[in-house]
């Protein structure tokens, strides 16, 4: 036993040394640069190297796979089926034409085979919809050594779990006992943002500087994660306007709350978004507040389209400032799927990807013009931002992630049908 | 799910007109549309899915897809179910399986009744019902060759065979 005193201080003494440099190393490489905004370029090497190793693993892979005779499995990006995009009246006109020529006063208004469109058009959708396929992380086709995109294999990686430690510690660190200091913490704020940058090793690149938001201005971003709020905030000053959320999330937001100017409310709250609106129209009009941060999805979509956007923010009457946001899913899909789980396990998956490498663009402002109203203004809003990161433009609403359809819907095509039937009595009866 | 095991083997009952490869992907929508992963899919799951509340015919197309009638389509019935939308299932199936869409009590015919509640899902208020009868009398009528005032399938295929519904009823994978 006292053979083992003289051997356990001699390790002890190297892990105590290699702790201090490792720490010291991180303090250079993370927290000066953050501080002073520089960036040591070590990151487009870091993914440089990723990329190679992800091609060699997947070429490995299949190799592998194909001396054991197994199935890979494969995602596939595009869907199971060929889709056909008829629209209800193209499609019963081509049956009705292609069935054999009748006399033409026998042929009924109604045809029995009006049925077929409505009947593929259903097993399409079961098959493969457009809508719930938002709502599921993407699928990639390439392995990125992530068990999440490709369901063969498990890794974490220890270092990334030790930034983050790190990161977590210094956000507390800073952000607690600075909160009473106003005129620092807009300063320590884009510091925080930094270092959280930093830990989860975003690569993150900016255009169109000079289109960023300014004072007196609404900003608007489509909604990927919550890492879209630090991505933003760390390259400039804003004020979040955000649903409450309870957990850790809940927590950050009433810790910020207390530094900055923000506006927290309840979704469901009809007294709510009045006040939520008046307390918006207040703060924009006073130009030497911080541009407001929005994402109008109202919900985190998962990054391959843009969905309907929510008019509220849309009817303040201020210049928007959109902003569009695009993940390259090889490093890390930072979709945030929150009806499957919660703030802690999806910030846990996010600091054990590898990266999470994206791009943002600033787009030039845009006003309402005077004849279009809340609605068309968003939707003119959205198609900008889709076009821009290369993103589907929907128009479904983002809340079909936790409601379901109205009736409407349905309604709408019993009225198109029906005016097919009833047009073609009235022609009848005309002749 | 606990009825399919070993995805590699499947029954020969299944008889579908898909390869194991089709099968598989199948099986993966129908696992992402059973909700509660009880192994079989009730009206409300395929409900959940947006599209589908567009389509007024979806309650018909269920009922066919569930042939034991226990109110559910579990795995064996949706994959045939879809088998008569592939490619290669023959001109007859695709008859049949339109036939039932009409036919509502399974009885081999379409009553003036059941071709009257079909239609009427499909306009739904937008034509009164009396509009609604005289379509469907008139329909009867013209089509209804032996004079029982039902429509045979025989009678339902001579119309309509000639529209290529192989073509129509089609979903290519």
Redo the contacts between chains.
Sequence with gaps: MFLLLPFDSLIVNLLGISLTVLFTLLLVFIIVPAIFGVSFGIRKLYMKTLLKIFAWATLRMERGAKEKNHQLYKPYTNGIIAKDPTSLEEEIKEIRRSGSSKALDNTPEFELSDIFYFCRKGMETIMDDEVTKRFSAEELESWNLLSRTNYNFQYISLRLTVLWGLGVLIRYCFLLPLRFKEFMSKHVHLMCYRICVRALTAIITYHDRENRPRNGGICVANHTSPIDVIILASDGYYAMVGQVHGGLMGVIQRAMVKACPHVWFERSEVKDRHLVAKRLTEHVQDKSKLPILIFPEGTCINNTSVMMFKKGSFEIGATVYPVAIKYDPQFGDAFWNSSKYGMVTYLLRMMTSWAIVCSVWYLPPMTREADEDAVQFANRVKSAIARQGGLVDLLWDGGLKREKVKDTFKEEQQKLYSKMIVGNHEDRSRS | MSTMGNEASYPAEMCSHFDNDEIK??G??FK??DLDKSGSLSVEE?????????????QR?IDVFDTDGNGEVDFKEFIRG?SQ?SVKSDEEQKLR??FS??DMDKDGYISNGELFQ??KM??????KDW?LQQ?VD??II??DKDGDGKISFEE?SA??R????HK??????
Excluded: C, W
């Design positions: 992907r199948l993966r929508s992402k549309l395929f409900m959940s899915l947006p599209e589908l509340r567009h389509n007024p015919l979806v197309v879809a939308f399986f339109a869409i009409y079909v239609l499909m306009v739904g208020n937008n034509l509009q379509l008139k329909t013209i089509l339902f119309v309509v000639d529209l290529e519904i129509k009823l089609v979903l290519l994978m």
